[in-house]
Every structure is written in structure tokens, then in C-alpha cells.
């Protein structure tokens, strides 16, 4: 198979950082709109369909996008198994969807009354998970062959789209909450359509062909790792519930403050990611010890540079917290410090969970996941009681933390690699 060339990794991590910057500065832009358009119910609602988008994610097929994006570094691999490979994934992101519809379907008004949104939405947002499932087939492929400028471009595309229908819906024809989801609904079907024509336009989708071994190694990488995501939303998403449920949603909007400002990290964080796993996995396979030497040290310094960055954010973040939000989110500022160390694990995580990845071996990571997170929903529950906000970050820092040390602890069995740099 031809392989692309390599591009510049600062070049593509820059391009991801600017790509994951206007993709988050969007939500902020929007944020003081909708509040004017849109009641605190409404607005819950909204938040409550984005949420279940996150959490169906793991059960439609997300983790597939993982298998398709490792498939691409096999040897002697032409660029038609490739499409096949993607088309098997697509096949079981269709076989996995429609399971996840028909049971959602049966319990739908259970559904309905526990997350507080109409039984039709949350049958969509079934279809609307599967849909971007798709769209980071695309995206990753970009990804492994470092064409960052079209990730970029269809990434921004993405979310200005749905951007413009939201204020179209909300602002002009005044639908509400339901022009919001409706704007999200909508922009996934569109993009849904791009990406397959993307795909098929590269020559990388051949999603009539059955092939049972793809099929199966699909399942392997990608089964295993639906705990994993399942595990990772309740590490990240669910503090919200406990906070809302425990002290109230004054609190929770408190907290969602300190939680969008230290976000800036993590889109940091992942942009340098995505750049640094297609060097990542061209050094493994090559499998020279200079190289690996290199990686080790590279990887140390980064650990370094964010600790050095968590401990700026206990410094200045109350600072920053009146100074971005006011006087009445003060209150943010006693837990920047501690949710920006729990970013910071989250950070030094995503560096050594690559070698996990490049491996296949995903189930253990499976278990780590979803350990910890139901160790955080248990800490949560606990802290919360005694230490109201502090004790929920003090439990996502906890929790971070010892997701980074399994999983560091992990990878280190399955790849080898030379830490002590001897």
C-alpha cells in the first residue's frame, strides 16, 4: 500500500491545536445566545441529549474507529483490504446501532423519565452517535495518513455548520430546545453523507464486501474497549449528575466553569496527541532503540511540562476565575487548582495508552477504565458529602491519577520500552 509521506509533527500538532481551539471557542460563542433564547429546562435538555450522545457513543461503534485507524500500520497491507477493514467496521457500527435502538426502543418511556427528554430524542440520538461514528472514519484516516489540513477543514466545517443552523433554529425561528437538538440531529445526517462520499471518493470503503476475518478483528480491538469508554464517561461526564443531585444546580453550574476553563488542556493535550501517534507507531514498527530512547526521553519532558503547567493553574486559575467569570463564580477558583490536576493525568495518560493501542492487547485498559470510573462515582459520592465541590474534584484528581499509573504500568508489559533510558 502506498503510504503517505510523513508530514511535520509541530506543523500537524499545530493545525489539531487550531482545529480543537475553533471547535471549542464555538460552545462559547453560543453559550451567552442560547441562555437568552433558551430556559435553565431548556437548556438542561440540551445539555442532557449532549450527554447521552457521549454515553451511547461506546455501544454504536466509536471504539471501531480505533481498530480502522491501527489497521492502517499493518504490513503488506494494500489499499483495498484497507477498505474492506473500514467497510467491516461500518458493517458492525450498523449491526451495533440497530441493537442499541430496539432495546432503547423497548424501555423508551423508562428512558424518557430518567433523563428527561422526549422518548423521540432519545431514539435520535441513537442515529446521531452512529452518524459521527462515521464521521471519525473518516477523520482518523486523515489522522494515521498526517493530512492534518483536511482534519482540520472537515472538523471546522462540522461544527460552524451546526453553529449557524443552532442560531438559525433558536434565534430566528425560535424553536428552543428543540431547534438545538433538532440543529444537532440535522448537521449529523449532512455530515454523515460527507463522510461516506469522502470515503468512497479515496477509495477506502467497501461496505458490501463480507469479510468474516475483518469482521472478527474489528470485534476484537473494538469490543474490549467498550468498557473502556464507558468507563472514561464516568470518569469525565458523570460529576455532573452527583453534583446536581447532591448539592444542587447553582453548584453544578460553579463547577462547569472551573471544568470549560482548565478544557483548554485537554484540547492541548489532544491536538499534540494526534500528531505524535502516526510517529509513534512508524518508531514501534521500526523497533530501533535510539529511537525508542528518544521517545522515553521526549515522553519525561512532557510529563514535566505539564506538572509545571498544573502547578501555574494553582497559582493564577482563582485569579483567572474572577477575572473571566466574575465575582459570583469566585467559588470556582478553590477547585481549578485540583480538576487542572486531574487534567494533567488525563494528559500523561493519553501518552502512554498509545502503546496499549499499537499493541491490540485493549481489554485490560478496558478494566482499568471502568475501575476507576466506578471508583469515581463512588469517591464522588463520599467527598461530595463532606467537602461539597472540592471533594468532587478532589475525586476526578484521585481518579486520573490512578487511571495514569495502571495504565502507564500497562503498557509498559506490553510494549517494550526503555523508561530506565539505559
Known sequence: MNKFKSGSF????GIYLFSNILNATIPFVLLPILTRYLSPEEYGEVAMFQTLLGALGAFVGMTFVGAAGRKYYDANLDKKELAEFIGSCV??????????????????????????????YILSAVFVAAS?????????????????????????????????????LVVVFLKGAEGRINAQIIMSLVFLAVALILLKKDNLLKVFSLRKDYLTEALRFGVPLIPHVAGAFLLISVDRFIIGKKIGLTEVGVYMVAVQLVSIMSLIFDAINKAYVPHLYEVLKRNDFYEKRKIIIFTYLWFIFILLGVGLVFIIGPWFVVFFAGEKYAQAGDVI???????????????????????????????ITMGTGVLNVFLLIVLI????????????????????FLTWWYSTQLVSMPWSLR
Do not use: C, H, P
Request: hydrophobic share 55%.
Open 10 to 13: 509541530i506543523g500537524g500538532a
Open 91 to 120: 458493517q458492525l457500527t450498523i449491526i451495533f446501532s440497530l441493537t442499541v435502538f430496539f432495546i432503547i426502543f423497548l424501555f423508551k418511556d423508562s428512558f424518557s423519565g430518567w433523563l428527561s427528554l422526549k422518548s423521540n
Open 132 to 168: 459521527l461514528v462515521i464521521v471519525r472514519l473518516r477523520l482518523g484516516q486523515w489522522q494515521v495518513e498526517k493530512k492534518a489540513i483536511k482534519y482540520g477543514t472537515l472538523q471546522i466545517s462540522q461544527s460552524i455548520f451546526n453553529m449557524l443552523l443552532s442560531l438559525l
Open 337 to 367: 487548582g485540583l480538576l487542572a490536576l486531574g487534567q494533567g493525568f488525563r494528559g500523561m495518560y493519553l501518552t502512554v495508552t498509545n502503546f496499549i493501542f499499537y499493541s491490540k492487547r485493549t481489554s485490560v485498559l478496558s478494566t
Open 385 to 404: 458529602k463532606f467537602f461539597g465541590l472540592v471533594g468532587a474534584a478532589v475525586a476526578y484528581s484521585l481518579s486520573m491519577a490512578l487511571f495514569f
